[in-house]
């Protein structure tokens, strides 16, 4: 179970870098060999390719447990700390120095 979990990860990791780099310089080549080549198209090509870290890195945190779970715990921290620190902001407002209509402009 483990070694095909692992071997259908190296596939997916291979077959997207294939794909990500090859089609597009099979396209090019061949578009030079048939004279159609075109500046807007090598560059779009470029584009692509230059994606190629951005999507390994994203596979391989996506396909491997370890990795998944130490990013999700990383934003359950953020998380944890975006909610506690606002809830002591609205905690610190002393609502009882202000008047009714002070109070009232405040939530507007």
Same mark, same amino acid.
């Given at each position: ?9 190296? !596939? ?65 921290? !953020? ?30």
């Amino acid at each position: 179970n483990m070694q095909r979990k692992l071997v259908k990860q190296l !596939i997916i990791q291979t077959l997207f870098p294939i794909g990500l780099l090859g089609v597009p310089v099979s396209v090019y080549c061949a578009s030079t060999g048939f004279n159609m080549f075109s500046t807007r198209t090598c560059l779009i090509f470029v584009c692509i390719q230059s994606t190629h870290s951005l999507v390994h890195s994203s596979l391989v945190i996506i396909l491997n447990d370890a990795y998944r779970n130490t990013i999700r715990r990383w934003f359950g921290k !953020i998380v944890e700390r975006r909610n506690s620190t606002s809830s002591m902001l609205v905690k610190s407002i002393n609502l009882s120095s202000y008047t009714q209509r002070e109070i009232q402009l405040f939530y507007l």
